[in-house]
């Protein structure tokens, strides 16, 4: 690798990118495709169905570069939102959905399933979890329904039993409050990130 | 539906929590909405800092995946990506007679049957095979030559509102190490409209306006910035394409 790539930015790194410089993607793997891969892993349980969202992901960045734009945001955030729409794409095709409900099921039989419980679990960064938790309730678990089970708001409204529009603008005003909560936390939101 | 209600749509947009059929009206109105644009970037920050925080600390991807990721881009040089984006829409004169359309209509058909036996990229050729009959259905079309003063070497490629395809390539054989990149002259300098892979057949492009040639050279797998190689074939864009 040519030395000033490990110090480049993630918009270097992306102009690089677009320039066909496979070390620069290289590089922006080291950088966050662990990132990527833990949430393609969470959200699909699967080893090898999230490496392949993480194959697509960086695969896509390096055929379509210009799709990320550094004004909107970091390199990070946009290859998690990849990430993140092709993982939802596969919970939501048939058969892995029967399979998700299966394993849910499983799940409610034997140990009584508690949303709540997982969650906790599975968010590691303190502060999120934090801020997440601090959410309402009437916030915080249509954004979980969407976001970590990959549910349709129209889905979510279903599940909860509340209207559909409800859904839309608490999930809505609870990523307002969240990123709120973020910023004052001092968490770099829009920043690039290591 | 109005700015307000668009507007309530952001927030279950940006965890992909849409149906198709609302997805396709945020994504036009973002277009046009530099707020709501700014508003779903801070939501997609959110949401990147909760797709951050799951999973094991510090996350780890699989170090054989790069290999892996690696070898399909040698494999599968980028398909093509434009560099710029397809400005309005003009109109186009008629300069081919409908019988010619038939004919290339017969002929896309053909190869969309013979492209079925290709298994690596079936729908994607399919796909790009029905994009290339719609445009050469289209009336409207242009198609420009891409030809070589000294060798019978030549490709196609048919235009409609500034979207094309390059299809039936007759180009020289390249080694594996090799790969055709596409270029075109705008306002007097040369750029690179992707990486063609070293088989090209019904690959889509994106022109801008003052792009006035079509450029075609040989690379290194993986393309090149600027060409390093003679141009093979070359053919001259209808003025305001």
């Keep these: 690798m040519r030395p000033e790539l490990s110090n480049a930015s993630d918009a270097n790194l992306a102009l690089a990118i677009a320039r066909y410089r496979e070390d620069a993607l290289a590089e922006a793997y080291r950088r966050h495709a662990g990132s990527v891969f833990g949430l393609a892993r969470r959200l699909l349980h699967e080893k090898a169905a999230a490496e392949e969202v993480v194959q697509e992901v960086f695969v896509r960045l390096w055929n379509a570069p210009d799709r990320f734009d550094p004004e909107r945001g970091s390199l990070r955030s946009y290859l998690l939102a990849q990430a993140h729409g092709r993982a939802v794409d596969q919970m939501r095709s048939e ?52 976001y970590f089970r990959g549910h349709t708001y129209r889905e979510v409204a279903t599940i909860l039993g509340e ?28 920043g690039e990130q290591p | 539906m109005t700015h307000n209600e668009l507007e309530e749509l952001l927030g279950v947009y940006a965890l992909d929590a849409l149906d198709d059929d609302e997805r396709q009206l945020v994504d036009e109105h973002l277009a046009s909405c530099p707020r709501c644009r700014a508003e779903l970037a801070a939501h997609r920050e959110v949401a990147a800092l909760l797709g951050n925080a799951v999973g094991e600390s510090p996350a780890v991807a699989p170090d054989e995946l790069w290999d892996r990721i690696s070898a399909s881009l040698l494999d599968e040089p980028p398909a093509l990506s434009p560099l710029v984006r397809p400005r309005g829409r003009r109109s186009l004169a008629l300069l081919v007679p409908l019988g010619a ?4 209509l017969i002929l896309v058909v053909g190869l969309l049957a013979a492209k079925v036996v290709n298994l690596d990229h079936q729908v994607t050729s ?32 048919v235009l409609l509102d500034g979207q094309g395809y390059l299809i039936n390539p007759s180009m020289p054989a390249l080694s594996r190490s090799q790969t055709f990149q596409l270029w075109a002259l705008s306002r007097n300098k040369i750029v690179s409209l992707g990486v063609l892979s070293s088989n090209p057949s019904a690959v889509a492009i994106q022109l801008e306006p003052h792009m006035t040639v079509l450029m075609i050279t040989a690379e290194p797998l993986g393309g090149t ?16 394409v």
Excluded: C, F
């Excluded at chain 1, 559909?164 to 936390?185: N, P, Y």
């Excluded at chain 2, 359309?101 to 290339?104: C, E, F, R």
């Excluded at chain 2, 009959?133 to 196609?156: G, R």
């Design chain 2, 101 to 104: 359309v038939a004919a290339a």
């Design chain 2, 126 to 157: 399919l796909n790009q095979q029905a994009s290339v009959a719609k445009i050469l259905s289209n009336p409207s079309h242009q198609t420009v030559q891409l030809t070589s003063a000294t060798t019978s070497w030549h490709a196609t490629v």
């Design chain 1, 163 to 190: 209207p559909e529009g409800t859904v839309k603008s608490r999930i809505r005003s609870g990523l307002k409050r969240m990123h709120g909560l973020l910023a004052t936390s001092g968490l770099g939101l829009g």
């Design chain 2, 225 to 240: 910035p600027v060409p390093t190689t003679p141009v093979l074939v070359r053919g001259n864009l209808p003025v305001g």
């Design chain 1, 95 to 146: 058969l892995s959905r029967r399979r998700r409900e299966e394993r849910e099921a499983r799940k409610t039989a034997q140990s009584g399933y508690d949303l709540e419980h997982e969650v906790g679990d599975m968010i590691v960064a303190d502060q999120v979890r934090e801020v997440l938790g601090g959410l309402p309730d009437t916030e915080r678990k249509p954004i979980e329904l969407a």
